[in-house]
C-alpha cells in the first residue's frame, strides 16, 4: 500500500509541475563586457601578456502561477581591470525559488532586501561596481492584515564564489497606518447601508511606520581580544506624506562590533537621518541630514573594500552627472560622519518673461559633510599588551574637520521644438587624505570649480545632436603630498559630443584633458570614442580610448578605477 500511494503522489506532483511548466513564462538578460588592453607608459598601463578580459553574466527566471524560479551565471575569463581578483572563473553564484500568494511569500536561495532606508540591512547588486552581498538563505514575508507586512530572513552573505564566515538573521515589521487603521484612512463603515464611506481628504496623506532587527553572529578565532560573537542591531521609522509636503527620519543602534574598519573599538554604534520636502506647483524644496558613527557593518570582521557590507547608509551629497564633476566624487563615511543637503527646484511658468515659451526649471543643491567630535577617547587595557579604545561623542558634536562640502546650480531651458540647453556650476572642497589616502600622505583640501553647458539640437524627428563643454579649475591648500605619480590634480577640459540616430544608432567622442597638472609629463588627453546599435531589446557597443584611474561612485558607494587603454566591446540582451 505504501509504495501506491508514493506513487499517487509522484504523480499528481508530476501533474503539477507539468501544468506550471505548460503555463510558465521565461525571462532574463544578458550581458558581456569585454576588454582588450593596450600599453600606455603615459597613464601607467603595462604591457601584459592577457591583453582580452571579460565579465559576463546570464540572468533566467521562470514563474508559474505562485512560483518563480531564477539563476544567474556569471563568468569572469579573466576579471576586466579593476574587479577584485578574486571574481576570475565562473559559477551561478544566485539561485532562488519562490513561492507568492496573497497573504504569503517564502524565498529559499539567494535574495536581495531592504529594511526601511537600510542603515541595518541592504543587500543588493551593482555591476559597474562589482558589488553583490545577497543573502543565500531563507526569506519570509507575511501579510496578516492590509497595510501590515512582516518579515522574517537568516542565511549569510556572498563573498565572491564563497560565503561569509558570519550569520545575519532579522525581521521587519513595516505597517502603513492608512491601509491598516480606519483611524488614518478616515473611512467609516455606513451602519445602514453596505457601502464605506470615505473623509474628503482621506487620501491626501499617509503615514507609514517600521521596526527593524538584524543580528550577526560570527564565532571568535582572536580570543585575545574578547570579541563579542554575536553583534544586535536596530531600527525605527516613520513617514508621513501630505498633499504638499513629506517627512520621514529613521534611527539605527548597533551593539559593540571591533573590526578591521574600526581599528577593534568597542564603541557602540548608530545612525539617524531625515528628510523633509515641500512641493507645490513648479517648486520643491527638501532638506536632509545625517548621522553616522561606528556604522561600518560587516559579516566578517577582517575584510575591507566594498565586500561583506550589511548595511547602507543613504549619501548627503547630490548624486553628479557631468564627468568632470565625479573628478571628486565623495564616499560616505560609515564610522563617522554627519552632513546635511538642502535641494530647490523650481520651474518658471511657460510664456513667462523668464520661462520664455517651454519653461525654465532652476536648481540649486548644497551641502556639507564633516567627521564628529571624538576629541574625548579613552583607551582601556585588556592585559600587558593589548589595549583597546573606545572614544565618546556627542551626538550633536561636530568636528572642524571638513571632508567635504559642495554648491550647485543648475540651469535648464528648451528653447523651441529643436533647442534645449542646461547650464551646471559646481563648487566643490573635497579632502583628499580622507577620501583617497587614509593618512598615507598628505595632499589636503581641492577647491574646484566646475562649468558645463549641455546643448541639444534635433535635427529632425530621428536624428539629433548633443554637444557638452566642460571645465575645472582646482587648486589645493597643500601640495606636500603631491608628485608625479598623481594623476589627477590642476585645471581639466572636456569635450563630448553625441550623436543619435533613433531608434537604432548612437555615436559618441570625449576628450579630457588634464592640461593643467602641476607635473607636465601628465598634462594628458583622456579621449573616448564609442558607437552603438540598438535592435528590439539588444544592444551592441564598441568603443576605444582611455580611462583615466580614479573613484567610480553611485549612491555613495564607490570603488577604485585603474588607468586602462584599449578596445572596449559591450553586448546586452534581454528576453
Not at 562589482?130 to 543573502?135: E, Q, V
Not at 589595549?387 to 574637520?401: E, H, L, Q
Request: glycine share 8%; hydrophobic share 35%.
Amino acid at each position: 500500500m505504501k509504495k501506491y500511494i508514493i506513487l499517487i503522489i509522484a504523480l499528481t506532483l508530476s501533474s503539477y509541475s507539468q501544468n506550471i511548466l505548460d503555463n510558465g513564462r521565461l525571462s532574463g538578460n544578458f550581458q558581456l563586457d569585454g576588454q582588450y588592453i593596450m600599453k600606455d607608459n603615459a597613464i601607467g598601463v603595462v604591457d601584459t601578456l592577457e591583453k582580452i578580459r571579460s565579465n559576463s553574466f546570464l540572468n533566467l527566471n521562470y514563474s508559474a502561477s505562485n512560483f518563480s524560479f531564477g539563476l544567474r551565471y556569471e563568468g569572469y575569463f579573466n576579471r576586466m581591470l579593476g574587479y577584485d581578483n578574486q571574481y576570475n572563473g565562473s559559477g551561478i553564484p544566485y539561485r532562488f525559488a519562490t513561492y507568492n500568494s496573497e497573504q504569503i511569500d517564502i524565498t529559499v536561495g539567494n535574495f536581495y532586501e531592504q529594511f526601511g532606508s537600510g542603515m541595518i540591512y541592504r543587500s543588493y547588486q551593482d555591476w559597474a561596481l562589482g558589488i553583490d552581498n545577497s543573502t543565500d538563505g531563507a526569506r519570509f514575508k507575511y501579510r496578516p492584515a492590509s497595510g501590515l507586512q512582516i518579515l522574517g530572513l537568516i542565511g549569510k552573505q556572498r563573498y565572491y564564489w564563497d560565503k561569509s564566515p558570519g550569520i545575519i538573521r532579522g525581521a521587519d515589521i513595516s505597517i502603513d497606518l492608512n491601509e491598516f487603521s480606519s483611524l488614518f484612512s478616515g473611512k467609516t463603515e455606513n451602519s445602514d447601508s453596505s457601502h464605506t464611506a470615505s473623509s474628503a481628504d482621506s487620501d491626501s496623506w499617509r503615514v507609514n511606520l517600521g521596526f527593524s532587527a538584524l543580528g550577526k553572529f560570527q564565532t571568535d578565532d582572536q580570543s585575545y581580544y574578547n570579541l563579542p560573537q554575536n553583534v544586535a542591531s536596530l531600527s525605527g521609522r516613520a513617514s508621513v506624506m501630505a498633499s504638499n509636503f513629506s517627512i520621514e527620519t529613521e534611527y539605527a543602534y548597533k551593539s559593540q562590533d571591533p573590526n578591521k574598519t574600526n581599528l577593534y573599538n568597542f564603541n557602540t554604534g548608530n545612525a539617524f537621518l531625515t528628510n523633509l520636502s515641500y512641493f507645490t506647483e513648479g517648486f520643491s524644496l527638501t532638506l536632509g541630514a545625517h548621522r553616522t558613527d561606528n556604522m561600518d557593518y560587516r559579516s566578517a570582521r577582517v575584510v575591507t573594500g566594498n565586500m561583506l557590507t550589511i548595511n547602507f547608509i543613504p549619501p548627503a551629497t547630490k548624486q553628479q552627472i557631468y564627468r568632470l564633476a565625479t573628478v571628486y566624487p565623495f564616499a560616505t563615511q560609515l564610522n563617522g560622519e554627519l552632513g546635511s543637503q538642502l535641494d530647490i527646484t523650481y520651474k518658471f511658468s511657460e510664456n513667462s518673461f523668464l520661462g520664455g515659451q517651454h519653461g525654465t526649471t532652476v536648481n540649486f543643491n548644497c551641502s556639507i559633510l564633516k567627521g564628529l567630535d571624538t576629541s574625548v577617547i579613552k583607551t582601556d587595557t585588556i592585559n600587558k599588551e593589548i589595549r583597546t579604545v573606545t572614544y565618546k561623542s556627542p551626538f550633536f558634536g561636530i568636528s572642524k574637520k571638513l571632508f567635504y562640502e559642495d554648491l550647485n546650480l543648475e540651469l535648464s531651458h528648451k528653447w523651441n521644438d529643436d533647442w534645449k540647453s542646461t547650464f551646471f556650476y559646481s563648487l566643490q572642497l573635497y579632502d583628499r587624505d580622507v577620501m583617497e589616502e587614509q593618512g598615507k600622505r598628505t595632499i589636503g583640501l581641492v577647491h574646484s570649480h566646475i562649468a558645463v553647458a549641455d546643448i541639444e539640437y534635433k535635427i529632425n524627428e530621428t536624428n539629433s545632436i548633443r554637444t557638452e563643454l566642460q571645465h575645472l579649475w582646482s587648486n589645493q591648500t597643500l601640495t606636500s603630498g603631491l608628485d608625479s605619480s598623481d594623476t589627477k590634480n590642476g585645471n581639466w577640459a572636456l569635450l563630448l559630443m553625441e550623436y543619435t540616430i533613433s531608434p537604432h544608432w548612437f555615436i559618441s567622442f570625449f576628450d579630457e584633458y588634464n592640461y593643467g597638472n602641476h607635473f607636465a609629463e601628465k598634462q594628458l588627453h583622456y579621449y573616448n570614442g564609442l558607437i552603438a546599435y540598438t535592435f528590439g531589446t539588444t544592444r551592441f557597443m564598441c568603443g576605444y580610448g582611455r580611462q583615466r584611474a580614479g573613484k567610480l561612485c553611485v549612491g555613495g558607494v564607490c570603488r577604485d578605477v585603474p588607468a586602462m587603454n584599449g578596445l572596449t566591446l559591450t553586448i546586452s540582451s534581454s528576453f
